[in-house]
């Protein structure tokens, strides 16, 4: 790639970071970024499409906008550097130890979960999800990710998404419905895990200094426990959440 070239694609991934009022966490579309940076359409739109091959950028598939991609997040997780990462970490490993299991910090990058640190329990085995991207409908953490989407939007991703003849609470809308309310009123959801041999996981919304979600903590359970207990793990892990949320500036209530 030369350098003019490699400076381009930059300017690009610059406009997609945002800067103040220009930060919109549904992405923006390819005219939009063609006018921001003065180019022709057609010019950025093959860009952004070499990008997105390369997991540099994303696209949305419902709104068709486009924002950073899962690659950047994972290499941000794992320079240290990322401000959620750094802040995040001594409150998984608070939430690891208190219950002995796993405990991940999840971001939504499109229409997938990607997991940006993982805290390990004292198991011996411990799956690896550090830098690893899921579809959101079969991650835990994805109820607390869509917690504030409208219910029309919602309902239109998984009406795409959902596979056909699952007999799971992933295949069913009003289950998801359930749990998104849920999250909304309780701060936290219990689910279904579908990906590993966890018996379930438990997540909860984490917010940024704008209100907006952010990111969410999900811990796995090796065995889902009796109603009483559920509840219990579910209010530590929300009371987390919002520790962490106010750590990174969002205002406590």
Excluded: N
């Amino acid at each position: 790639m030369s350098s003019a070239g490699l400076r381009r694609d930059l300017e690009i991934l610059d406009v997609l970071a945002g800067h103040g009022d220009e930060r919109d966490t549904d992405g923006f579309g390819v005219s939009w970024i063609a006018q921001r940076l003065d180019r022709e359409k057609s010019q950025v739109s093959r860009a952004l499409r070499a990008l997105e091959a390369e997991g540099m950028v994303e696209r949305d598939p419902v709104t068709r906008r486009y924002r950073l991609g899962w690659r950047l997040f994972a290499l941000a997780a794992r320079s240290q550097q990322a401000r959620l990462v750094q802040v995040s970490a001594p409150f998984l490993r608070r939430l690891a130890t208190a219950f002995d299991e796993d405990a991940h910090l999840c971001v939504l990058r499109g229409d997938q979960v990607l997991t940006l640190v993982s805290m390990p329990s004292s198991r011996a085995y411990h799956r690896i999800w550090e830098g690893v991207s899921v579809p959101v409908i079969m991650a835990a953490a994805g109820r607390s990710l869509l917690a504030d989407w409208e219910p029309d939007r919602v309902r239109e991703l998984l009406r795409a998404k959902l596979p056909a003849g699952l007999d799971s609470a992933v295949s069913d809308e009003e289950q998801w419905m359930a749990d998104l309310a849920h999250a909304r009123t309780f701060g936290y959801v219990a689910s279904d895990v579908e990906l590993d041999d966890s018996a379930g996981a438990v997540s909860a919304p984490v917010r940024d200094h704008r209100g907006l979600i952010a990111a969410a903590v999900s811990v796995s359970l090796t065995r889902v426990p009796a109603r009483p207990r559920l509840e219990e793990i579910g209010h530590a892990i929300a009371d987390s959440a919002r520790a962490l949320s106010a750590a990174l500036g969002y205002p406590a209530c």
